[in-house]
């Protein structure tokens, strides 16, 4: 693909960018249709897309991605001095510290290590798609492993948990938060709970298609649905969805949760990043994005099966993509959506996809991209 093909527009010294936007694209060949977008200190300097049916305006579900909207919300409540990330969960939610779980702390919680990952009896679409039903179902379950000796990705729950201490508190949930002081404050095309009058610019998820190799890669490392792995991701009930269907059933796009369920474009994801650290006012002062984004759980992760690394609510996106500073911090999505800020370069970025990316989590051409990004970003 030419990069004649790519839409959009770059700031000077970001040709590069479009360039190996350009050959991912002709990589990626068929119906590859995505968006990428950068700012630097606050200044949007990318903002490009390609593909059949996609513009720089589309919407589509960016899965975990969701994660990093809501954990703004608990890391600004923190930041208030209205949470406190070393006390008890039950402290503030006393149903929870059921079976095992009375000790476990916020900031355990936000690090995935609290053992949570999932119900014994699994969720329909229906309870995925409501955080107050999880948080319902999740507080008399005993965890799946001694709370705090290891961690493992809460990749449908997370959300729901971290979102009920949030409404016990507040008496809000993490979506009306975040809309009030994110979301409609900075105009940002990143939803958590999508409008009916802006459905007709949501474009829906296309399942993986892999080639026979990744299929039976993907058929080699499968796990049972009432391994841990099948419970962190639903599978251990016969009516739960496939993952890549979440965004495309309505009600989760109507309910949003808060681990899973926001619809974004590109544009969104990266603004959303560049307003915690960019402007007179960034968001998240310089201590609370430092609290945030160290590193509380990294090495193998038990519901995943592969090297993860965490901070409070966010991933520690300098693990996948090593020329990012110390500090940065954000969330990937299960299609292959990535969204971060990288405070010592100033780079907030998303991207996102249409069709979900072999093998499940941030794309792997966002290596590719990242790295271009934050070369010209740092030229």
Known sequence: MSSERIQGTVADGFE???????????????????QLVAHVDGERVVDLWTGPGITGDSLTGVFSSTKGAAHLVVALLVQDGVLDLDERVAHYWPEFGAAGKSGIT????????????????????????????????????????????????????????????????????????????????????FYLGLPEELEPRFLTTQPMQPTPEQLAELEANATGPNSITGIAFARNHPEAPELWELPNIKVVRRLSP???????????????????IS?????????????????????????TRNRNAFGLGFAIVSDN??????????????????????????LAYGYNRRR????????????????????????
């Open 106 to 189: 916020l900031r355990e919680l936000l690090a995935h290590r609290a053992g949570l990952v999932g119900a014994d009896d699994g969720f329909t679409a229906d309870e995925l798609a409501d955080d107050r039903v999880i948080a319902e179902r999740l507080a008399p379950q005993r965890p799946y492993w001694r709370p705090g000796t290891a961690f493992g990705y809460h990749a449908l729950v997370i959300g729901a948990l971290t979102g009920e201490v949030v409404r016990r508190v507040t008496g809000r949930s993490i979506q009306e938060h975040y809309e009030e002081r994110v979301r409609k404050p900075f105009e940002l095309d």
């Open 258 to 276: 808060a681990s899973v369920g926001g619809v974004a474009s590109a544009r969104g994801l990266a603004g959303m990043y560049a307003a915690t």
């Open 356 to 379: 979900f990316a072999f093998p499940g989590g941030a794309a792997p051409e966002n290596v590719r991209l990242v790295r271009a990004v934050h070369a010209a970003a740092t030229a």
């Open 321 to 346: 993509y090593p020329v990012l500073g110390q500090g940065a911090f954000g969330h990937s999505g299960a299609a292959g959506s990535q969204a971060f800020a990288d405070p010592r370069s100033g």
């Open 279 to 303: 402007g007179p006012e960034p968001l998240l002062r310089p201590e609370t994005r430092a609290e945030f984004a160290q590193i509380h759980s990294a090495g193998d992760d038990l519901a």
């Open 16 to 34: 590069s960018v479009r360039e190996e936007f350009a050959a991912v694209a002709a990589d990626e060949g068929g119906d590859y249709a995505a």
